[in-house]
Structures are given as structure tokens and as C-alpha cells.
């Protein structure tokens, strides 16, 4: 079974610095995704960025990037410029490529998610 | 842009009632989801619903948890006989058939806060 680890429950930041949250991933597969959700205080989940493990370069978005190391099983993200409104609780997520309909990759397959990190950014 | 609605916001109910949590997936989305976050934990998975069948559930899915697609819009899911360890956030997502080399993402609602008392 495939595990999500976020080792960090909570970090902080000032405003306008850089924060990298960690996470780690176990699993047997060789292709996959890799998520970041953020839930702000109203409770919904936002994705951020994504990554396919396919891929050697790094996915980025904005102020976003991630630091995906395969061999390591290590998926960071880094927030640059960071803002206040970027205040959430952050989760690492896995999902298996070739779901159960295996013509239509990773359709319906379950996303494993980390514990969270509660980023607090300060002014 | 379009969104997963769910319906109520916060639901308070007694052990041993049944519950029913509403969701409007996105309309043009084949594959839908349920996870629930009960307070201070991880967000866990327990059903996945596509062409009007379960797809994949999880261990936490047992016979006490149904999920249904009554008409084209709504996508629900029923609890019986509600526990008060039942009390979480629940959380319905939607996502549309995959592109080829492609993850489609999963769009969330807001979640129904769920309390037993």
C-alpha cells in the first residue's frame, strides 16, 4: 500500500521569504502523480501543483515549485514571495497511475494524502 | 468556473440516526468521490463511483456507508445508524475522464461538517 509522510506539522514564515515544506511517498509503482492541496481556514481543498513521476523536470506554478527527487521518494514544495493569504494547512498526496479503467489513466484511482503541515505566515 | 456544491454545510444529528450528505458534482465530471477528515487528522479516502457503480472503496467504507447517483445532478452518500465516531468533515469530489498521458484533478466542495453527539 502506498503511504504519504509529512514530517513537518507545522512551519512558519515571513512574509515575502521562501518556506519549503517536505513531504515523502512509499510505493512499489514506477509511474504515478504527485499532489499539493492546500486547505485554508474554510476547509476546502485546493490544488496547487502536480507532478507525473514520468516527468524529470520539476513542476512549477507561479510562486510554486516542487523539488521531486524519484530515486529519494521525496516531493517538496517551495513557496517563494510568500503571502499571507497563503496561511493554510498543506497536504502531499499520491495517486497510482492506471486506474481500475485502465483505457483512461489514473480515472477514479484514490488519492492517498500526507498529514498536513499548518503553514502560518507571518507579516 | 464551475464547482462541487455540497449541501448542508454543517449536519448535527444523534447516534444511531441516519444521515444523508448531499453533493452536485460538476456537470460534465464522470468520476466521483467521498473522503472524510475527521478533526486534526489526515484527509482518508472512502469511496470512488463511476457509471453508476462503485469503483474502489476503502476499509473505513463498510455495509453501514452507501453512496447513491439518484438523477443526473446529485451525487449522495448515507450514513445509518451514525457513531459518534462518525463526526468528521466530509469532503465529495468530482474529476473528468482522463486525457491520454494525462491526470485529470480531483475538484473538491466545501465539505458538511458532520456532528454526532
Known amino acids: 500500500a502506498q503511504t504519504v509522510t509529512q514530517s513537518q506539522p507545522e512551519m512558519s514564515v515571513q512574509e515575502a521569504e521562501t518556506v519549503t515544506l517536505s513531504c515523502t511517498y512509499d510505493t512499489s509503482e514506477s509511474d504515478y502523480y504527485l499532489f499539493w492541496y492546500k486547505q485554508p481556514p474554510s476547509r476546502q481543498m485546493i490544488l496547487v501543483i502536480r507532478q507525473e513521476a514520468y516527468k524529470q523536470q520539476n513542476a512549477t506554478e507561479n510562486r510554486f515549485s516542487v523539488n521531486f527527487q524519484k530515486a529519494a521518494k521525496s516531493f517538496s514544495l517551495k513557496i517563494s514571495d510568500s503571502q499571507l493569504g497563503d496561511a493554510a494547512m498543506y497536504f502531499c498526496?499520491?495517486?497510482?497511475?492506471?486506474?481500475?479503467?485502465?483505457?483512461?489513466?489514473?480515472?477514479?484511482?484514490?488519492?492517498?494524502f500526507g498529514e498536513g503541515t499548518q503553514l502560518t505566515v507571518n507579516p | 468556473e464551475p464547482e462541487v456544491t455540497q449541501t448542508p454545510s454543517h449536519q448535527v444529528t444523534q447516534m444511531g440516526q441516519e444521515v444523508i450528505l448531499r453533493c452536485v458534482p460538476i456537470?460534465?465530471?464522470?468520476?466521483f468521490y467521498w473522503y472524510r477528515q475527521i478533526l486534526g487528522q489526515k484527509v482518508e479516502f472512502l469511496v470512488s463511483?463511476?457509471?453508476?457503480?462503485?469503483?474502489?472503496k476503502s476499509e473505513i467504507f463498510d455495509d453501514q456507508f452507501s453512496v447513491e447517483r439518484p438523477d443526473g445532478s446529485n451525487f449522495t452518500l448515507k450514513i445509518r445508524s451514525t457513531k459518534l465516531e462518525d463526526s468528521a468533515m466530509y469532503f465529495c469530489?468530482?474529476?473528468?475522464?482522463?486525457?491520454?498521458?494525462?491526470?485529470?484533478?480531483?475538484?473538491f466542495g466545501n465539505g458538511t461538517r458532520l456532528t454526532v453527539t
Open positions: 469530489a468530482s474529476s473528468e475522464l482522463s486525457p491520454r498521458g494525462g491526470s485529470s484533478p480531483l475538484h
Open positions: 498526496a499520491y495517486r497510482r497511475k492506471g486506474g481500475l479503467h485502465r483505457h483512461q489513466e489514473t480515472s477514479g484511482s484514490r488519492l492517498t
Open positions: 456537470s460534465n465530471h464522470l468520476y
Open positions: 463511483f463511476y457509471n453508476n457503480e462503485i469503483s474502489e
